[in-house]
Nanobody, 123 residues
Framework: QVQLVESGGGLVQTGGSLRLSCAAS????????MGWFRQAPGKEREFVAA????????YYTNSVKGRFTISRDNAKNTVYLQMNSLKPEDPAVYYC????????????????WGQGTLVTVSS
């Protein structure tokens, strides 16, 4: 059973920080690269960041490079997204998922989503 529970969203001022967490079931987490996606109102869901199973390799969309850091704790089946220097273009519902890479695109490997966590940035 796919289980993904995101948390840590909230309201923060421009330039502030948030740390998102995603707790997954062992079956959903083990041996998968994990990723974060986000969806703003009226827009399609977009890839934000990914991390390999070992944690040795990380990948970011250009707009968050240098500001966001993805990490994971395999013992806890949890992936994190540290978001610093938040900007007005960052608000969205953030989702985590096991991912796979197809050419240059990152996809949800199991085609299942959690409820997401809402990030709001005030100016």
């Amino acid at each position: 059973q796919v289980q993904l529970v995101e948390s840590g969203g909230g309201l923060v001022q421009t330039g502030g920080s948030l740390r998102l967490s995603c707790a997954a079931s062992r079956r959903t987490f083990t041996n998968y690269a994990m990723g974060w996606f986000r969806q703003a109102p009226g827009k399609e869901r977009e890839f934000v960041a990914a991390i390999s199973w070992s944690g040795d390799n990380t990948y970011y969309t250009n707009s968050v490079k240098g500001r966001f850091t993805i990490s994971r704790d395999n013992a806890k089946n949890t992936v994190y997204l540290q978001m610093n220097s938040l900007k007005p273009e960052d608000p969205a519902v953030y989702y985590c998922a096991p991912v796979l890479r197809l050419a240059t695109m990152w996809r949800n490997a199991l085609d299942a989503w959690g409820q997401g966590t809402l990030v709001t940035v005030s100016s």
